[in-house]
């Protein structure tokens, strides 16, 4: 595996990097930055979100800027502010051991008369929206006559959302022997013209299809009926209670009122749209950032450029007009090798466009039944049991056991234990006892004959997002355990300390039998039937008699015995 060392960066780049925790270059890092090194060549970047797209135009960039000069040397143009403010932090962290180098972003929403005050003083690169650095340049607060380097970040979305006039009345103004390097997710026919219009003979580098969906994305969708989006929403929220989420709506108007009913009912929401002022903007995204806010309900483009770590699923409460857009969306989880979760909200009209958005992306998409509300319960169930396990016991809390425990003499263990969980439960049980199971769902994947409930058995396992496992990681864990093939398990779902998944009924024993005994991280793995029917006879054999079976993080064999700690994985590419 190459390093950034292999590259041909310079020690004050390599020494940023480093001090970031970045070891090895990310796909389109290995093949975009020794190109723009080398040559003065135009570029088209294709490649999707979370890659590492700003380190690989931001390093070979610092690269080339001359310090010592404080005319405007490059251009980044990005499609919304956020994104702009994003590539300007990131870029500033490459640049810390650079002396001389000022890089400043225009955006609109902010005083553009200290932006002009900060280009005056000397910017070698200038991070800008389109409208605002038009605007500046039209009244002459900003000088592009000497650029050397313009990049399009987010080329597509530029597009989409109207800036080609813009961007032409810009690049107007720009040398016409500068280099320009367009990066992009998607490669539509309006990004082809841009690169016919501007571009000069551009050399291409794709990591993956043109406009596919990243792999580890795991792509879902539940078929509702019309009045029934809000309630599949929330139902989805409630059977997965470590959800850390974006979700999308097509207009602002959708955005406020879901993130309003959510609120109102109980959930930490917020909405981020176009109709908010920067100031609140900020606020928004700052809670979403401290993870004070579970869900952010957002519109495409207000939600350009975020940037947020360990997004666990991207739901789609509407499609998008655009069927490109749906990359993007699904961009902001399973970013840097994270696997993520992409669901799908639509109705019975709208079922036809699976298969476009299956041809865009190069993905299969599930057709999944809503949780029933009895299957919310059990989720919600173990989550506070877990919860209250982990808890840790307030010093001062010991002040008040006496009385306390006088309060509930007389109440054994057992009955202690089921009261306390009672608490909880019976919200979720009064609320989906009062609220039938939406009937828009359908079991099974489309083309599919549903297997019967009775042919399936469904297990829970003791362990989840907090060892180390996604869904991904544990379904290999599984099959390598048990010798199952690709298919034979599936519906996995990984909580944050217990997931579930499901295999046919009659390899059911094969499964107990595999587990038993075996160990993650020296903790006991244990596997129950939680529905289905008593597992039968027959099956493969188990993978191996006897024994016990240990397995480090990311669900690796590392030995035999309990208590083997796996090593821990370095932090290893430069996030976008």
Not at 1 to 29: C, N, R, Y
Not at 41 to 52: F, H, I, N, P, R
Not at 523 to 545: F, H, S
């Amino acid at each position: 595996m190459s390093t950034f060392t292999d590259l041909g960066l310079s020690a004050p780049v390599l020494k940023a990097i480093a001090a970031l925790g970045f070891e090895h270059p990310t796909e389109i890092q290995q093949k975009a930055i020794p190109q723009l090194l080398s040559g003065d060549s135009d570029l088209v970047a294709l490649a999707q979100t979370g890659t590492g797209k700003t380190a690989a135009f931001g390093l070979p960039l610092l690269e080339r800027i001359a310090p010592e000069s404080r005319t405007t040397q490059a251009i980044i143009l990005a499609p919304t502010r956020e994104l702009c403010l994003q590539i300007t932090t990131e870029m500033q962290s490459y640049a810390r051991y650079l002396k001389g180098v000022s890089i400043v972003a225009v955006y609109g929403g902010a005083s553009i008369q200290e932006q002009a005050r900060a280009l005056k003083r000397g910017a070698q690169v200038v991070v800008a929206t389109p409208g605002r650095i038009k605007d500046m340049i039209s009244r002459g607060l900003a000088d592009v006559s000497r650029v050397e380097y313009c990049v399009l970040d987010e080329a597509d979305e530029m597009l989409n959302m109207g800036f080609y006039e813009d961007l032409t009345d810009i690049l107007s103004h720009t040398p016409a022997d500068k280099s320009t390097w367009l990066f992009s997710a998607t490669m539509p026919d309006a990004v082809a013209r841009i690169a016919r219009d501007f571009m000069h003979h551009p050399s291409e580098v794709t990591v993956g299809g043109r406009n596919e969906s990243t792999a580890t994305v795991r792509h879902e969708y539940y078929v509702v009926g019309g009045r029934e989006r809000y309630a599949a929403l929330k139902r989805l929220a409630d059977a997965n209670p470590g959800l850390f989420s974006v979700i999308f709506c097509r207009t602002k108007r959708d955005a406020q009122k879901v993130a309003e009913k959510l609120i109102e009912d109980g959930y930490n929401a917020g909405a981020l749209h176009g109709d908010l002022s920067q100031n609140q903007r900020d606020l928004v995204m700052g809670a979403f950032r401290k993870r004070q806010l579970q869900l952010l309900v957002a519109t495409d483009v207000a939600a350009r450029g975020i940037d947020v770590d360990d997004v666990t699923h991207v739901i789609h409460y509407q499609l998008p007009d655009e069927t490109e857009t749906y990359t993007h969306r699904s961009g902001r989880t399973g970013r840097a090798g994270k696997s993520g979760i992409s669901l799908i909200i639509l109705t019975r009209s709208e079922r036809g466009r699976i298969r476009a958005l299956e041809r865009i992306t190069g993905r299969p998409f599930e057709e999944k039944p809503l949780p029933s509300g009895m299957e919310i319960c059990e989720i919600q169930l173990y989550h506070l049991a877990d919860s209250i396990r982990n808890t840790e016991i307030h010093p001062e809390v010991k002040t008040f056991l006496p009385a306390v425990k006088d309060l509930l003499e007389g109440l054994d263990r057992d009955a202690l234990i089921a009261k306390m969980v009672s608490v909880e439960f019976s919200r979720f049980a009064e609320f989906y006892a009062r609220n039938e199971d939406p009937k828009g769902s359908t079991e099974g994947q489309r083309g599919e004959t549903p297997l019967p409930h009775g042919g399936q058995a469904r297990f829970f396992i003791n362990v989840g997002e907090r060892d180390g496992l996604d869904w991904m990681i544990l379904k290999d864990m599984l099959k390598e355990a048990t010798g199952l093939g690709k298919e034979d398990i599936f519906k996995v779902e990984t909580k944050d300390s217990f997931s579930f998944f499901s295999t046919e009924a009659d390899v059911a024993p094969l499964i107990l039998e595999s587990l038993k005994g075996a160990h993650l991280e020296g903790r006991a793995i244990k596997v129950e039937l939680t529905d289905g029917p008593p597992p039968g006879k027959g099956g493969k054999k188990p993978w191996k008699k006897g024994g016990k079976k240990t397995y480090g993080k990311k669900g690796k064999p590392y030995s035999k015995g309990p208590g083997a700690k796996g090593k821990k994985r370095k932090k290893t590419t430069g996030k976008r």
